[in-house]
């Protein structure tokens, strides 16, 4: 075993696991999912069937992630945030083969509290507010907040808000890398 797995965690078969992974204190990683290496799974974690997590995805304390749910590389899932995996569950309806997926793309953000309604996708790089609610598909770079989110600006790969200049340019202050904003999308020049 190249991964971590603290004593009251349970790992179940069938499931993959890269090396240099971390499970805390009473997470359950269910059959079928598979998980990167370098990973880090905080504690009271759920890792349902069939999920997929990147490489040096950071999972904080009692998040449940549901199937359906595709996280890229370098993701970060601040603690009790939420996913939802049907849009209108009932406990005595069945809609399983209702799930929808949702993708989180590189290196996106979630903060602490935050629910991300299920069959969207999460663009590389943006930052979900404490406490907001995703509603609908979040562009590259995107700064959300609020319920529903809304985007109030934009931020680098480094997680700092970007200023766009009149030319459409704004330069990371802590890295220097510079971002072109054209028709509502930012890019990495």
């Known amino acids: 075993m190249d991964y971590f797995k603290h004593e009251s965690a349970y790992v179940d078969e069938g499931c993959t696991i890269g090396a240099g992974t971390k499970i805390w204190h009473f997470s359950h990683i269910m059959s079928g999912c598979t998980i990167g290496g370098q990973c880090n799974i905080g504690q009271n974690v759920v890792i349902s069937p069939d999920v997929v997590l990147g490489r040096n995805c950071k999972i ?5 992630v549901y199937t359906g749910v595709c996280c890229e590389d370098d993701v970060f899932l601040g603690p009790s945030m939420v996913f939802t995996n049907v849009i209108n569950p009932r406990s005595h309806v069945s809609r399983k083969s209702e ?6 793309k590189r290196g996106a953000s979630v903060g602490a509290n935050a629910t991300i309604v299920c069959g969207h996708t ?3 790089y943006c930052l979900i507010g404490a406490g907001s609610v995703v509603t609908k598909d979040v562009p590259a770079y995107a700064l959300m907040v609020g319920n529903p989110a809304r985007r109030v600006g934009w931020v680098s790969r480094y997680g700092e808000k970007l200023s766009f200049g009149a030319d459409g340019i704004a330069v990371c202050p802590a890295t220097g890398e510079k971002y072109k904003l054209e028709n509502n999308t930012v890019t990495l020049l």
């Open 60 to 64: 904080q304390n009692n998040v449940s």
């Open 122 to 124: 999460l663009g590389e």
């Open 99 to 104: 799930y929808r997926p949702t993708l989180i």
